[in-house]
């Protein structure tokens, strides 16, 4: 027995509840944009710096630093 809903039946399971909130998802996503917050602002000098530690032997752990102003409103410290 399969748990999918069929896609012509699936209205009649969001409950008012769960409309509002992913209507709140959707206007909260709109605002975002994921990539940015995921992506270091130093990758290409943490890439550069391991490339040179690791031709000397040399394995170690980048330091990656991201832009948290993205994250303000968005999340809570």
């Known amino acids: 027995m399969s748990s999918l809903i069929p896609l012509s ?3 009649t399971y969001y409950t008012p509840k769960l409309k509002q909130f992913l209507v709140d998802l959707g ?12 992506t270091p602002v130093n ?9 040179e530690k690791a ?11 991201y832009n948290t102003e993205l994250l303000v409103g968005v999340a809570r410290p």
Not at 43 to 51: F, I, S, T, V
Not at 55 to 65: D, I, K, L, Y
């Open 9 to 11: 039946e699936a209205s």
């Open 27 to 38: 206007k909260i996503a709109q605002t975002m944009n994921i990539v940015e917050m995921v």
């Open 43 to 51: 990758a290409g000098e943490e890439k550069r710096k391991w490339l």
């Open 55 to 65: 031709a000397r032997g040399e394995w170690t752990n980048p330091s990656f630093q």
